[in-house]
Each structure stands twice: as C-alpha cells, then as structure tokens.
C-alpha cells in the first residue's frame, strides 16, 4: 500500500509526495554496487511514510557511519528489479509482492530479505468519523449503495466515488467495486499529494467521502477516518486479482537488500538489518515532512536527536 519524481543526484536529496517515479530500468545512482566504497543507494518509495523511513537511515547512515548516500524513487514493483539489478542497494519498505519475492529472493537469490521494518501496514476503505457518526451503519459495506449518492462527484460517472491515490499502488477496488456489485466507480486522484488535497478539502467542508486510505499514515491525526468493514480477509483470497471480492490483509512491512550488498556492505547492511522503528516513529517523522513541512533532513535530525536510545541499537 499504499505515491513526484525524486532526481537523483549524489549526496543530495529531495523528498516530495506524489507521484511519477523514474523508470529504473534505465537509471542507475552513482553509487549503486560501488565495491569498496563506503556509499549507499537507497530505494524511495514515493508516499512520506516511506520517504520517513529513507530520511532517518540517510541521516544515520552519513553522520553517524560516515556512508555517502543516494536516494533514487521508483514505483513498487520496478523497485525489485532495480534491486535485483544492483542499482539500488535496500528497499526500506516493501507492502508485499509475492510474485517479485519468489522470483528474485526464493528463484534468482539475487535479492535477500533484510528483516522487518516494525509497522505493520493496512489498505482499507475509509469515510470521515463526522460521517460515520451521523451513519454508523456505512461502516459495514452492504450499506454503501444507500450512501452512493452522498458520495457522487463529478469524476464518478453518476455514481458514488471510490477515490484512490495512483494506479501503481497495491490496490484491487475496481475488482472490488465489480465483484461486490456495487454503485460506485474508482476515481485515480493521482498521487498520495493529490488524494491529501482532496480529502482536507472535503473535510474542510465537513463533506461525505469514501476513499481508499492506509495506516501509517500521518493524515489520520488530521482528518480522523473510520474503516469500513468489507468482507474478512482469508488467505488466499487476493490470489485472483480479477476475483477479489475481500478486504486488504494487514501486511508486517519488510526491507529488502541486493543479495551482493547484503555480504559485502558492512556496517551500512548490517544497520539496515536492524532499522526497526514503530508506527508511532514513523508517523512522528512523516508529519514533520508533510504538514510542518520540514526537509526530510530537518526531520530526520530532530527525531534522531530526540530517539538516542532507539537508533543507537541499530548500531551495535
């Protein structure tokens, strides 16, 4: 789950939510699979709570190892071949992609897992608390056509609007919508930037909405949203994606290294096995870069200076 092009350019990063990630299969960092130098190129997923993630480990990784760092974006499942490929060494925060894990970890051996992140993440279908309040009953989704008009847009076709952030997230709401015979139709805000727009103004306005939303996310202590109940995951139950008709399953976010830096790069692969942190962390970081609008830098110094105890583990 759960998202503006990041430039690469050693030593230098820039951070921005959205949408639009380079094509990997033709850019390389410098520093990507740099034998004997001590550099590092780390895969940024285009949502904040990932680039929450890239920000704390490029703070450590230059001033507390003395690594050099690079940050390149791409989109979920290009990431892995990118990974695969040596041109980036670690990917932070991986939402689950079976097929890409059983190719390149299980198959090829050219990636390796590099332990969990600590978040446990979740994709859900959301309305704003001050609706659900107003209709509890919304909240179980055998009752969203009696809402379908509530929800209507301009963009949603005269029926109610499911909004998403991009085509490239993990989603299955359009097998969903289908299959669980539904009013309602999917409308692409775009990127994580634009979905945050769209849902503080409908919220600014105290407008019903129904949007496809994940946790961790920062926006929840903004805009509270409550969850509706679509029907129980089950194992195995996304295995068709035409045939989805369950809700998303809770996924233990995973980091992943190119097998190559895995052995052979020292102490930045062996912090990097250990970067763990909670949601509570990550959320702390992600609104300081999305609403305090500090630089991932800024961010990432002042949750560093304020966590001594959490981040010095990651270090021994």
């Known amino acids: 789950m759960r998202r503006t092009a990041i430039t690469a350019a050693a030593a230098v990063l820039t951070l921005a939510t959205g949408c639009g ?25 285009s949502w904040v709570g990932a680039q929450a993630d890239a920000a704390v480990a490029r703070y450590i990784l230059e001033h507390k190892l003395g690594y050099r760092v690079d940050t390149v974006q791409v989109d979920e499942v290009p990431a892995w071949d990118a990974l695969s490929q040596g041109r980036v060494d670690v990917l932070l925060e991986d939402w689950g992609h079976p097929e890409q894990e059983k190719r390149y970890v299980k198959e090829k051996k050219t990636i390796t897992p590099g332990g969990g992140l600590g978040v446990t ?16 009953d919304v909240t ?11 929800f209507r847009t301009a963009e949603s076709g005269g029926k109610g609007q499911l909004m998403d952030g991009s085509p490239s997230y993990v989603t299955h709401d359009k097998a969903l919508v289908k299959n669980l015979d539904l009013d309602y139709q999917v409308v692409f805000a775009g990127s994580e930037a634009a979905q945050i727009t769209q849902i503080k103004r409908f919220a600014k306005e105290k407008k019903p909405f129904l949007t496809y939303w994940y946790s961790p996310q920062w926006l929840f202590e903004k805009v509270p949203m409550t969850e509706v109940r679509l029907p129980p995951y089950k194992e195995g139950c996304d295995a068709d994606a035409a045939k989805v008709a369950c809700a998303y399953p809770r996924t233990p976010l995973k980091k992943y290294l190119n097998a190559g830096f895995a052995k052979s790069g020292g102490k930045a692969a062996a912090f990097l096995k250990r970067f763990r942190w909670t949601t509570e962390d990550q959320n702390e970081v992600s609104l300081m870069i999305a609403e305090q609008k500090l630089s991932p830098a800024e961010a990432a110094k002042k949750w560093v200076d304020s966590h001594p105890s959490v981040w010095k583990k990651w270090l021994s």
């Open 21 to 45: 990630a380079a094509d990997m299969t033709r850019q390389a960092s410098p520093f990507a699979n740099a034998r004997g130098a001590k550099t590092v190129t780390l895969s940024v997923q």
């Open 121 to 136: 993440g979740h994709i859900g279908w959301f309305v704003p608390a001050y609706f659900a309040e107003r209709h509890p």
């Open 140 to 150: 179980d989704w055998r009752n969203l056509d009696k809402y379908a008009s509530l």
